[in-house]
């Protein structure tokens, strides 16, 4: 990470002091052609969706339409970098696509973690929590570092964590800041209380967008439906095994494993763009060799979303 900043502040710096050179000119238009191609590569569903593992449905909500599990593997591993995971697919804004300006995405996984208890709803003081993981976040950023990673900042609640009863979905946003960087990243996630798991929405991008994200989210929860036998309301205490943790401990999770690294590539990608006039291929190499150079800390499952009262 230190190299990737080091590389889009050299970035930066050029294209500020040449901003109206032609050679800046011919280098933009070689990037969003570059864009373009990319963009042009994927191809989205919308309507209703059966998604995999038969865990339930997804009617792609308006505004926004679904990549499937393959594409989207190749989206966050191929085209922005990150390390190999699976997903149960992306969804991305209509209007725009991975490599368009402003773009953010909801990438949608599964945790078989069993029934989580909703009895702690109420009783959560979110504003302590909030210290507890700050300092978690402290803490886990000296093995960063050591790594050769820049540290993360745990800001604040972008949206405090709100639990509806009634739907069973828990959500709510978070405001970091990796190392030195200028815009903080917005960590914004849903997560659907089932009878085995969790099905989460993790939405990445920069703060300035919550209000667009935040605005999707009424939309987006009614969209996703576990399949009959998995709602929440099936659960079985005699048979159905008990999460080792209530909403409290969702919220709680590790601040890092829950931002994936992805966050990062989003961020960076237009400035390493930039900085290779058009040839991605250099950017992944720089992954890849770091992938062979330093081990990856190892990333969890992501976190979670909007709270009205935020």
């Given at each position: ?12 710096l ?16 070689r ?130 964590p709100?639990?509806?009863?009634n739907?069973n979905?828990l ?37 300035s ?85 330093e081990?990856?800390?190892a ?12």
């Amino acid at each position: 990470m230190k190299k990737l900043l080091l590389l889009a502040a050299l970035g930066l710096l050029q294209l500020s002091a040449a901003a109206t050179t032609p050679e800046v000119t011919e280098r933009t238009a070689r990037e969003k052609t570059y864009a373009d191609s990319v963009n042009a590569t994927f191809h989205y569903k919308t309507g209703k969706v059966v998604l995999p593992q038969s865990l339930g449905d997804l009617t792609v909500p308006t505004g926004f339409r679904y990549l499937d599990t393959e594409q989207s593997k190749r989206l966050l591993t191929e085209v922005w970098g990150n390390p190999q995971g699976e997903s149960l697919g992306m969804l991305l804004p209509a209007d725009r696509g991975p490599l368009s300006d402003n773009n953010w995405a909801f990438v949608l996984q599964y945790e078989d973690m069993g029934y989580v208890k909703d009895d702690d709803a109420d009783e959560i003081n979110y504003d302590d929590l909030l210290k507890e993981m700050q300092a978690d976040t402290e803490e886990e950023n000296k093995g960063r570092v050591e790594a050769g990673y820049e540290p993360v900042t745990l800001v604040g609640w972008a949206a405090k964590p709100y639990y509806d009863k009634n739907l069973n979905v828990l959500h709510w946003a978070q405001e970091l800041k990796f190392g030195e960087a200028t815009e903080n990243t917005l960590n914004y996630n849903v997560r659907l209380l089932g009878r085995k798991g969790v099905l989460i929405l993790n939405a990445v991008g920069n703060t300035s967008q919550l209000p667009e994200v935040r605005s999707s989210i009424p939309n987006v929860i009614p969209s996703v439906t576990f399949a009959s036998g998995l709602r929440y309301a099936d659960f079985q205490p005699d048979i159905d095994e008990v999460a080792a943790y209530g909403i409290g401990g969702l919220v709680a999770g590790k601040v890092l494993a829950k931002v994936g690294f992805f966050a990062l590539i989003l961020k960076f990608w237009k400035v390493l763009l930039a900085l290779v006039a058009g040839g991605w291929s250099v950017v992944r190499r720089f992954f890849g060799g770091k992938k062979t150079e330093e081990p990856e800390p190892a990333l969890d499952a992501p976190t979670e979303n909007f709270s009205p009262e935020a």
